[in-house]
C-alpha cells in the first residue's frame, strides 16, 4: 500500500499545526463561528446535532492494522469507545470535543493518515472497488490512479472552492464494485480493442434531492492524459456551475442542463488546451507509485483444501457465513473475507475500538497487515490463506464480527440519521436496527438471498437510499417521521434509480411494510431469481397491491 513521502509526511504535519492555531483563535473568541466554520469544514469537522464529528479519509478503502489501530485509539481517548465507517470508504467519530481535534490530527498524522478535504466544496475522499488488486476479474489495480488523483487534487489552488462537494469513484474491473455510475466522476477501467487499458469517463451521476445516473463523456481515454481530462472537466464545471443555488450546484445538474454531448464538446475544447502538456503522466511516475501497490507474495496454494472444505460441510454456520462472507481472489488457495458490521439489532458500520484492535491483530496474523473498507460500511481482510479461514471465522465469531449476512436483508446501509445528523428528518439508525431484529433469523435471510437495503433520513441521501434494491427515505410530515420506500435502485454496472412504490408509511409501519415487501417477492419469484430479477420482471404492480390493496394499483 501507498506510503507519505516527505511532501505528503509535511503537507499533513504543516496542516495539523495550522489547524492548531485555528482551533486556538476559535476557543479564544478571536474567531466568530462564521469566519471558523470554513476552516473546520476543510479539515472534515462537521457541528452536528449534539456535538462535533470528525471525518477521517481513508483514500480509497485502504488500511494498515497500524492505522487501524490508531483509529482504535483515536475511538478509545477522545471519542466514546466507537467509529463509524461511512459509505465513502471513510471513518467518522460523532463525540470529539473541538480542544481536542488538533491532537486526534496529529496522532493520524504520525500514521499517514487525516482529514484533509472530508467536507467543503472541493474534490472529497476518491473511492474504489474495496477488492483493488487481489480481484479475479480486474483489469488494473484502480488504486494506483486513485493515488495520483488524491496527489493532483489535495488543495488544488483551482479546485478548493468548488460550486458544491465534489465526489470521484474508481473501478478496475467491469464488474462494477465502487459505484461509478452515481458520482461526479465515475472511471471504468478497459482495454480498447487494441489491449490497451485506459478509462471510460462518466460524468454527471449523483443522488440527493435531484438523482441521476452519469453519462459516459468519454468512451476511451489513455491512461497517460487522466490528469488532464479530469482537469477539463474541473474547469468547465467550475465555470458553469451555478453558485447561487446550493440545490441546483453539482455537476449533475449543468450536465443535465446541457446535455452530456454538450457537455463533453465543452470538456474536450478544454482539454485541447491541456492534452500533451505539464500534466501527462510520466510512465516512471506512473511506475513509482504502482510499485507501491505491488500485491503480496502470496504462492499458490493447490485445491481442494480438506481443511476449509471439511468445516463447510460439518459445520452449517461456517457453510453459511463461507456461501455469503468470502470472495473469489485471484490467486488459488487464497480469499478475501468480507467483515459484517451489521450484527442483529446493531447500528450499521459501527465498529467498538477493542474491536478494531483486534481486526489490526487478525489483519497482521492472517491478511500481510491489510484491511479495507467498503462502501457497504463493512471492512474486507483482503487475503487470507483458505486453511485459516475457520480459525479466522472462530476468532471474528468471538468478536461478534461473524454475522452470515453480506449482501443479504439485514446488511443495510444507513446514514447516522437523525440520532446525529442537524440536517435529518427522520432517524434511520432505529429503522435499520428493527428491520434486522424482524429478519434475525440467518437462515429465513439466506432463503431471501441478496437484497441490497439502503435508508436514508434526508433528502441528501447520504445511505444512498436511491439505489437499493429497496430504499428508503426519512421525510418529515407535520412534525412527524414518516418513510418513503423506492424499489429496483442498483449502483452497479447496470445502475438504476429506485421507483417511489406509493405514500410514505409511519415510522411504527415501515417495518411491516418491508416485509410485505419481501413476502410478496418470495410468493413472485421464479426459480433462481434474486429480488432485483423479480421486480425487473414484474415492476411495481405487486408489490403496490399487496402494500395498499388494488384501489391504489388501478389509480396508477
Not at 400 to 417: M, Y
Request: glycine share 8%; proline share 5%; net charge neutral.
Amino acid at each position: 500500500m501507498y506510503q507519505y513521502d516527505e511532501y505528503d509526511q509535511r503537507l499533513v504535519d504543516e496542516r495539523v499545526e495550522q489547524f492548531r492555531d485555528q482551533v486556538r483563535r476559535r476557543l479564544s473568541g478571536e474567531l466568530s463561528e462564521d469566519e471558523f466554520k470554513p476552516l473546520r469544514l476543510m479539515n472534515g469537522l462537521y457541528l452536528q446535532l449534539h456535538a462535533y464529528m470528525l471525518r477521517v479519509a481513508i483514500p480509497y478503502g485502504t488500511l494498515s492494522s497500524a492505522q487501524m489501530r490508531t483509529l482504535a485509539t483515536l475511538a478509545r481517548r477522545w471519542d466514546r469507545g466507537y467509529g463509524h465507517f461511512t459509505t465513502r470508504q471513510n471513518i467518522q467519530y460523532n463525540w470529539p470535543k473541538l480542544e481536542d481535534v488538533p491532537d486526534m490530527l496529529a496522532e493520524l498524522a504520525k500514521v499517514g493518515m487525516h482529514a484533509i478535504q472530508t467536507s467543503g466544496n472541493c474534490i472529497r475522499n476518491v473511492t474504489a472497488d474495496h477488492f483493488a488488486g487481489v480481484a479475479r476479474d480486474e483489469i488494473e489495480d484502480p488504486r494506483i490512479w486513485a493515488e495520483i488523483i488524491r496527489q493532483w487534487s489535495t488543495l488544488h489552488p483551482e479546485f478548493s472552492f468548488l460550486p458544491r462537494k465534489f465526489k470521484i469513484a474508481i473501478t478496475g474491473s467491469p464488474n462494477d464494485r465502487a459505484a461509478v455510475k452515481v458520482h461526479d466522476i465515475g472511471l471504468r477501467m478497459l482495454r480498447n480493442a487494441d489491449g490497451d487499458v485506459g478509462f471510460e469517463v462518466i460524468v454527471g451521476g449523483g443522488q440527493g434531492r435531484t438523482p441521476f445516473i452519469g453519462e459516459t463523456i468519454r468512451a476511451f481515454l489513455p491512461k497517460q492524459h487522466l490528469l488532464s481530462y479530469l482537469e477539463a472537466i474541473l474547469r468547465v464545471y467550475n465555470q458553469y456551475g451555478r453558485r447561487d443555488n446550493s440545490f441546483k450546484a453539482r455537476i449533475k445538474i449543468l450536465v443535465n442542463a446541457l446535455g452530456a454531448a454538450e457537455f463533453a464538446r465543452q470538456v474536450e475544447a478544454e482539454w485541447a488546451h491541456l492534452r500533451d502538456g505539464a500534466l501527462t503522466l510520466p510512465a516512471a511516475e506512473v511506475d513509482r507509485i504502482a510499485a507501491q501497490f505491488a500485491p503480496p507474495v502470496l504462492p499458490p496454494v493447490a485445491e481442494p483444501i480438506p481443511a476449509f472444505d471439511m468445516a463447510r460441510l460439518t459445520d452449517p454456520a461456517f457453510g453459511r457465513w463461507a456461501r455469503t462472507n468470502l470472495f473469489a481472489h485471484k490467486v488459488p488457495g487464497y480469499a478475501s473475507v468480507l467483515i459484517s458490521l451489521k450484527p442483529v439489532g446493531g447500528v450499521p458500520g459501527d465498529a467498538t475500538a477493542d474491536q478494531m484492535d483486534a481486526l489490526a491483530d487478525l489483519a497482521d496474523r492472517y491478511s500481510q497487515g491489510e484491511i479495507r473498507v467498503t462502501h457497504g460500511q463493512n471492512l474486507v481482510l483482503p487475503s487470507v490463506g483458505k486453511a485459516h479461514l475457520p480459525d479466522l471465522w472462530q476468532q471474528l465469531t468471538a468478536l461478534g464480527l461473524a454475522e452470515a449476512n453480506i449482501g443479504l436483508v439485514s446488511d443495510i446501509i444507513a446514514c447516522p440519521g437523525l440520532d446525529y445528523c442537524a440536517l435529518a428528518n427522520a432517524r434511520s439508525i432505529p429503522i435499520a436496527q428493527r428491520i434486522s431484529q424482524r429478519f434475525a433469523d440467518i437462515g429465513r435471510q439466506h432463503d431471501i438471498g441478496e437484497l441490497q437495503l439502503k435508508i436514508s433520513g434526508c433528502i441528501n441521501a447520504c445511505g444512498h437510499h436511491h439505489v437499493g434494491h429497496i430504499g428508503i427515505l426519512g421525510v418529515d410530515k407535520k412534525g412527524e417521521e414518516f418513510y418513503q420506500i423506492t424499489l429496483g435502485g442498483k449502483a452497479e454496472e447496470d445502475a438504476a434509480l429506485g421507483k417511489i412504490v406509493g405514500p410514505a408509511f409511519s415510522y411504527d409501519a415501515v417495518v411491516d411494510a418491508v416485509e410485505t415487501i419481501v413476502d410478496t417477492y418470495l410468493v413472485e419469484r421464479r426459480s433462481g431469481e434474486r429480488f432485483i430479477d423479480t421486480y425487473r420482471r414484474t415492476g411495481l404492480a405487486p408489490f403496490r397491491a399487496r402494500l395498499y390493496g388494488e384501489t391504489i394499483d388501478a389509480a396508477a
